[in-house]
């Protein structure tokens, strides 16, 4: 059984900054890629950022120049650091990995965490 535990959400006031982690364990044989969403208040899911198992990284828009997606392989976690934040950036962000699990037999299959919760106030 895998499991995603997401943490670092909370409260902060605008032009602050701050990190979120999300592990992955259980039965990971490979990481294919790891990321990060967001569904702010009324709004649907929306990408924030991806990256692969090889360290490729991809952004949304809105992020870019401000939020900073890496990962630790050797721990199967990924960290997001997001700064500048504006109100906008108010929402449950979302942990999501594509992995290859399995123990006798291995396939890929895509994990979603609970969410954590950013919210961007003064």
């Known amino acids: 059984q895998v499991q995603l535990v997401e943490s670092g959400g909370g409260l902060v006031q605008p032009g602050g900054s701050l990190r979120l982690s999300c592990a992955a364990s259980?039965?990971?044989?490979?990481?294919?890629?790891m990321g990060w969403y967001r569904q702010p208040p009324g709004k649907q899911r929306e990408l924030v950022a991806t990256?692969?198992?090889?360290?490729?990284?991809n952004y949304a828009d809105s992020v870019k120049g401000r939020f900073t997606i890496s990962a630790d392989n050797a721990k199967n976690t990924v960290y997001l650091q997001m700064n500048s934040l504006t109100p906008e950036d108010t929402a449950v962000y979302y942990c999501?990995?594509?992995?290859?699990?399995?123990?006798?037999?291995?396939?890929?299959?895509?994990?979603w965490g609970k969410g954590t919760l950013v919210t961007v106030s003064s």
């Open positions: 990256i692969t198992g090889g360290g490729s990284t």
């Open positions: 999501n990995a594509d992995l290859n699990v399995g123990v006798i037999s291995r396939y890929d299959k895509d994990y």
């Open positions: 259980g039965s990971i044989f490979t990481i294919n890629a």
